[in-house]
């Protein structure tokens, strides 16, 4: 018999990763995403491939949701498990102009969850 789904386990790690987002706080990011993970978008016609070296940097020279008084609107739509240590999550998030809809992988390892690839589209918000 196998063990639960660890939806507590996964549902910690995003909420990492959406208090890195909206703070443009790294650091959180560096908690959530395994340090190969991968980042894909081809929202603007070009596949855009980044690892998490070029991705940070991008973060830190956001100006945060959080420090303009943005609203938070950040949710998981699911969450779903391949096994005890492979998960994949529907999510949504705002950073204004962009909306975006992201599909995370993420596996176990050594005690925790990690992102080890994200997937993603954006809408630009009227």
Request: aromatic share 14%; proline share 5%.
């Given at each position: ?18 208090d ?75 950073i204004?102009?962009r ?17 080890v690839?994200?997937?993603f ?6």
């Amino acid at each position: 018999m196998s063990a639960a789904p660890d939806f507590a386990g996964v549902t910690a790690t995003l909420n990492l990763y959406f208090d890195g987002l909206y703070h443009c706080d790294t650091a959180r990011l560096a908690q959530a995403f395994h340090p190969t993970a991968t980042y894909y978008s081809a929202t603007e016609g070009r596949l855009l491939h980044l690892d998490m070296k070029q991705y940070f940097p991008i973060v830190d020279q956001r100006t945060s949701p959080a420090s303009q008084g943005h609203s938070r609107r950040d949710s998981i739509l699911s969450i779903e498990f391949a096994g005890p240590v492979t998960a994949f999550a529907r999510v949504e998030c705002a950073i204004a102009p962009r909306f975006f809809t992201d599909f995370l992988t993420l596996v176990r390892l050594d005690e925790r969850w990690q992102i080890v690839s994200k997937v993603f589209h954006f809408d630009v918000m009227e």
